[in-house]
């Protein structure tokens, strides 16, 4: 599971596809697309279609074989060019690179037009008057037939002039639209005169007032697909059910290729969302500190919540590509964030909830020495690190018990335990605020077990630790699952089953020193507590952030399990 390259590569039903296509000589090179639609940020779904078609091409690539990063721009009322420039920086930082291949919809806008003008020239599109609720109406249901537009027999001359109206602005929002004359009593409700142009008087992010009709995603997504010389166009499974009509304009048009569509299921994780409408009501709505916030299953949430791209990459690679459509457990992905920081994240101490520790019995004051804590018992060449120690400690709070119950290991009054990566200690005096608090512990030292164990006595806990001096003030952010329970896309309103504990703040806790070095995108094991990161956006220098990315074990488990 480490997300190394020793291992073959993987294989499913769309990979064995293309390598049949490969290798009868269909195709000399495979051609795949990511085709997002920039009306919102990528999420964890978007993750498993970008490691699908980057995939595909990375592993063909002695064959030439490519992936272009599409935006499939068509629908100027939601679009935004801050979501174009978000998907790109996402899709690079997993890892993937579209090289020369970007491309827009939006940069087929006239191809688009002429090829409908072509399909009205052939008697295989009209103008309609209809409006979306008399054709919502005439077009039918699931067991009975639609029934034709009155304006369905309309010449071709007429509809060409009537076209181009639309394209000059002569008509309002809604007055007409192009539909492609199919089949109104098609089993397949797609086939019922799909409309392929609506007029639309709104600014476009990119051809900005140019156009006043826009083509639909059904329309626009296999012409692009074949400008693009795409050779499998991958989608998700609901769109199985039109491609039947992405076969039809590929096959009534004068298109310089036939891409082959191929679906396949989408990812739907446990405790979380990813429909984009739901991800904007989060932003919008104030739920979340938006689009980034670690709560968030987004590419840029997760990256700022400290989920490595490999521990992103291996995850999309274990849950395989199929057609059955499922729930996958996110433990999964925990799991795989903690085998791979479990790897290569550096060891550090941090005291999340701090009370002083100090030894009476210390030399003087004055007196200091170095610790030395490995960096990583994965990977002894990380070496070891310096830590001061001048007999005044933080250790965490729940580390301490004044009146412990049996087998409490840790330390309390008379009992013996290790600083970890220091000496063994003994507690023999408790100092309380006026209000019973416990404010500080006495201990003393065995100068004799620094590096080995005390003669005689056997010593069952070593607590972390940092010096209370030289500690770093930090704030830390612990996440849990943002929502209670495992579908909340089934729910009525996600909002009813939303964790309001998923964030909590602590704001008192301590640090090593060496973590004032700390960057963005490193990750680090906070020993005992889990794996964190620098927050990207709000640590400052002087007010220091760090996010819980993933705790060292699964709580989940456990509670599902009572
Ligand atoms: P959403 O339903 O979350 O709003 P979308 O499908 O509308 O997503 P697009 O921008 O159109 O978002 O998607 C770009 C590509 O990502 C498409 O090929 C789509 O099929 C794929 N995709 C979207 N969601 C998932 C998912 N959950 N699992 C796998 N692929 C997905
Ligand atoms: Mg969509």
Not at 380 to 404: A, H, Q, T, W
Request: proline share 5%; with cysteine.
């Amino acid at each position: 599971m480490s997300g190394n390259n020793s291992k073959p590569h993987q294989n499913d039903f769309i990979r064995e596809i293309v390598k049949d296509d490969l290798s009868s000589g269909k195709h000399t090179s495979s051609v795949t697309r990511f085709p997002p639609e920039p009306n919102g940020y990528l999420h964890l779904g978007h993750a498993k279609s970008i490691c699908l078609n980057f995939g595909i091409a990375n592993e063909n690539i002695e064959s030439g074989s490519r992936c272009h990063l599409r935006f499939d721009d068509t629908n100027p009322s939601k679009e935004e060019n801050e979501y174009v420039e978000s998907i790109k920086e996402d899709v690079k930082w997993l890892g993937f690179d579209w090289g020369e291949h970007l491309y827009f919809a939006s940069d087929n806008f006239d191809q688009l037009y002429q090829w409908a003008c072509y399909l009205i020239e052939n008697g295989n599109a009209y103008v309609d008057d209809l409006n979306a609720e008399e054709i919502r109406e005439y077009r039918g249901t699931l067991t009975s037939p639609g029934k034709n537009s009155p304006f369905r027999s309309r010449s071709i001359e007429e509809n060409i002039d009537l076209f181009e109206r639309m394209k000059k602005g002569d008509f309002n929002d809604g007055e007409k639209v192009l539909r492609a004359k199919i089949n109104m009593s098609d089993p397949n409700m797609n086939l019922r005169d799909p409309v392929i142009y609506r007029i639309m008087k709104t600014h476009h992010h990119r051809t900005e007032d140019k156009w006043v009709i826009y083509p639909s995603y059904d329309f626009a997504h296999g012409q692009c697909d074949s400008i693009e010389g795409i050779t499998h166009s991958i989608c998700t499974l609901e769109f199985e059910q039109h491609r039947p009509l992405y076969e039809w304009f590929i096959n009534n048009l004068p298109v310089p290729c036939k891409p082959r569509q191929i679906e396949f299921s989408k990812l739907q994780p446990t405790y979380t969302l990813l429909s984009k409408r739901k991800l904007i009501e989060m932003v919008n709505d104030n739920y979340v500190d938006g689009w980034d916030d670690p709560r968030m299953a987004t590419i840029s949430g997760l990256r700022r919540r400290g989920y490595p791209p490999e521990a992103i990459k291996t995850f999309c690679k274990s849950i395989g590509v199929t057609k059955f459509s499922g729930i996958t457990d996110i433990a999964l992905l925990e799991h795989t964030v903690r085998e791979h920081l479990n790897e290569c994240a550096l060891r550090k101490m941090a005291v999340l909830d701090p009370i002083k520790l100090t030894i009476t019995n210390w030399p003087e004051k004055d007196h200091s020495e170095s610790m030395h804590a490995v960096n990583n018992p994965e990977d002894i060449n990380l070496g070891k690190r310096e830590i001061p120690f001048n007999g005044v400690v933080y250790i965490e709070s729940d580390d301490f018990m004044e009146d412990p119950p049996k087998k409490y290991y840790r330390l309390s009054p008379g009992s013996e335990v290790r600083l970890r990566y220091s000496y063994c200690i003994r507690c023999h005096e408790v100092i309380k605020d006026d209000e019973g608090n416990i404010i500080e512990v006495l201990c003393t030292y065995d100068p004799d077990t620094l590096g080995k164990n005390p003669e005689g006595r056997k010593v069952r806990a070593a607590i972390h630790w940092v010096p209370h001096n030289e500690s770093i003030n930090a704030e830390v952010r612990l996440y849990d699952r943002t929502f209670t329970v495992e579908d909340p896309s089934t729910e009525k309103d996600w909002k009813d089953c939303f964790n309001k504990n998923a964030l909590s703040i602590l704001t008192d806790c301590k640090l090593e020193p060496s973590l004032i070095s700390a960057k963005v995108g490193e990750n680090f094991q906070f020993e005992r507590k889990g794996y964190f990161c620098l927050d990207s956006k709000d640590s400052t220098k002087d007010k220091i952030i760090f996010n819980r990315t993933i705790a060292l074990r699964d709580t989940w488990a456990k509670i599902n399990k009572s």
